[in-house]
């Protein structure tokens, strides 16, 4: 299931129904400025996201991973 993730993409379980509870494991490549306080504390600024695979969705509700489905750019606009 490994793709680039859009992060307006929604999910539905078509196990239970589920909309709004997904966990999603993704791999992510970034690069980031490291801001180190004098007193070493770290604080990251400027992180850039060059890369990131979506490896696998799993519904929070029914833990099934292999019903969950995207749904089409028509199908996730709220209605009004």
């Known amino acids: 299931m490994a793709r680039v993730p ?10 239970c129904g589920n909309l709004t509870r ?10 980031a400025f490291y801001h180190y306080s004098v007193g ?3 604080d990251v600024e400027e992180e850039e996201v060059i890369t990131e ?4 969705v799993s519904c929070r509700w029914c833990g099934n991973a292999s ?3 995207e749904l089409s750019a028509d199908d996730a606009e709220a209605p009004s």
């Not at 993409?9 to 196990?15: F, K, N, Q, V």
């Not at 695979?53 to 696998?56: K, N």
């Open 6 to 15: 859009d992060h307006r993409t929604r999910y539905r379980c078509t196990a």
């Open 22 to 31: 997904f966990d999603v494991v993704a791999s992510r490549q970034t690069r």
């Open 40 to 42: 070493g504390e770290l």
């Open 53 to 56: 695979t979506v490896e696998e």
């Open 67 to 69: 019903s969950v489905i």
